[in-house]
């Protein structure tokens, strides 16, 4: 047993058990409970695992009472405004920022890969106009494993960067093309004399042979959300990810579910139903009406971008965010309407005794929703903006399982509240 531990006591027998305290490099103590069925037998319980670690990992640290976060040791508003999207993508994958040298190999690994084969292009044509780009996207990932099916068995570094770089590459322009075909606009292919970030807004705003002109402070506004979404350490949808990783199923799959994750409101889905909800309050007349019905135990009715289950502070990407979007405001037509009723919500949210008590900050979604609509990128694509920054924090992930020498499927047990044996004697 490790010098440190900790003892539990079944107060019916008196029985005592020791579990060992893992110490991390920061955070909370862990206490090793790898054996407690087998040493109890006995489970725990823990709706929405919200004391427990499911894994190992050295890429993303949160600190929810201080409202920080780290990359690979480096925090996020250095890297936000000081580093590119592609540093950082580069970073979560190798552990290591690039060098300029590395940089430049990188971007053109993946300048490679962002077309799609062609007949990819019928995948799209099978969806209705009206259908979401999250069901397109998620499904077209999923496709990929079809069309590179001769290298599903990740064995080595190589296959596995090449899988990496395939996923960062085309999210990008299955994603400008799902969203062209939702418009009945013909599709823009990728203009590899263009930058990652630039590539893709031109991909989604271009007309053939119009080029248009994107400010350079619209590309640098859309690298920074990428930048701040692109890990997470275990939330939900990465969470999804490991799972199917840990079946030994192929990674389009894995990434595949991250996406389907990700789209929920409470989740990765957020930022565009704070959109929706801003136009639906309408006005800042209607403001403290919402207030009341987000407090209501009895409405279902949430504030939407408030609240996180570990920032029980201000979240940093918001921080960051905010800071973007007051910069915008003069430089790109954010939505002064909406604005305003958004800054009013935020007055009263953060100095109400319901908000505070229950450490309710604006989060990411928040503030990323007005940017977005400045971009000129529509509400229904700001889920698939999510996943195109999340995708290297989820493969930096999968690969990190694939590298645990025990790791283990994912299978938890219940806690079973179901009817007891009725089947009719023979
Ligand atoms: C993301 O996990 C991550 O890291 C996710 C993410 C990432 O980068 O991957 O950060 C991205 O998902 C950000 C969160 C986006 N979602 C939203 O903005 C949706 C609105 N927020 C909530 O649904 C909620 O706050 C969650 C889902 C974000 C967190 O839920 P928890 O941790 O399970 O908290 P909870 O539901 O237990 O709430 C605690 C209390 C409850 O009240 P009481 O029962 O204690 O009286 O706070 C209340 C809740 O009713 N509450 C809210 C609220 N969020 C929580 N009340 C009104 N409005 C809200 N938004």
Not at 296 to 302: A, E, I, Q, T, V
Not at 335 to 350: C, G, R, T, V, W
Not at 386 to 414: H, S
């Amino acid at each position: 047993m490790s010098k440190e531990s900790i003892t539990v006591i079944d107060n019916r027998t008196g029985e005592k058990f020791d579990f060992p305290i893992l110490q991390p490099t920061l955070g909370p103590d862990v206490v090793d409970i790898s054996s407690f069925y087998k040493d109890t037998g006995m489970f725990t319980f823990d709706r929405g695992f919200t004391s427990t670690a499911s894994c190992r990992s050295k890429i993303t640290y949160i600190d929810g009472a201080k409202g920080k976060l780290m990359y690979r040791g480096y925090d996020i508003s250095y890297l936000a405004t000081k580093k590119t999207f592609l540093d950082v993508a580069y970073l979560l994958l190798h552990k290591e920022l690039p060098s300029e040298e590395k940089l430049k190999a990188f971007q053109f690994e993946l300048k490679k890969r962002s077309y799609i084969n062609e007949s990819m292009k019928k995948l799209f044509d099978a969806f209705p106009d009206n259908a979401h780009p999250m069901a397109i996207l998620s499904s077209a990932i999923a496709s990929l494993s079809a069309f590179y099916s001769d290298s599903l068995d990740m064995d080595t570094p190589e296959e596995v960067m090449e899988m990496a770089h395939r996923i960062i590459a085309k999210i990008p322009t299955i994603a400008a093309f799902s969203y062209r075909y939702s418009q009945g606009h013909p599709v823009i292919y990728p203009d590899l004399t263009k930058g990652f970030t630039e590539n893709f807004l031109f991909m989604l705003r271009a007309y053939p042979h119009n080029y248009i002109e994107l400010k350079p402070i619209e590309i640098e506004a859309l690298d920074t959300i990428f930048t701040l979404h692109a890990d997470h350490e275990q939330n939900a949808s990465t969470t999804a990810v490991r799972v199917v990783a840990s079946t030994q199923a192929h990674p389009y799959a894995a990434i595949s579910t991250g996406v389907s994750a990700l789209w929920g409101r409470a989740h990765g889905g957020a930022n565009e139903s704070v959109i929706r909800q801003l136009e639906m309050i309408g006005s800042v007349e209607n403001v403290d009406k919402y207030i009341a019905k987000a407090k209501d135990k009895n409405d279902p009715f949430r504030l939407m971008g408030f609240g996180h289950r570990v920032y029980k502070n201000f979240d940093p990407r918001a921080t960051i965010l905010k800071k973007l979007r007051d910069r915008l405001v003069d430089e790109l037509d954010i939505d002064s309407h909406l604005l305003e009723i958004a800054n009013k919500i935020e007055k009263i949210a953060l100095s109400d005794e319901y908000f505070v008590k229950r450490k309710l900050y604006p989060n990411i979604d928040f503030y990323s929703g007005l940017i977005l609509n400045a971009l000129k990128i529509p509400k229904e694509m700001f889920a698939v903006i999510f996943v195109m920054g999340r995708a290297p924090g989820w493969i930096a992930q999968w690969i990190e399982l694939k590298e645990q020498p025990d790791m283990k499927i994912a299978r938890p047990r219940q806690l079973y509240l179901g009817p007891d044996e009725k089947t009719p004697k023979e």
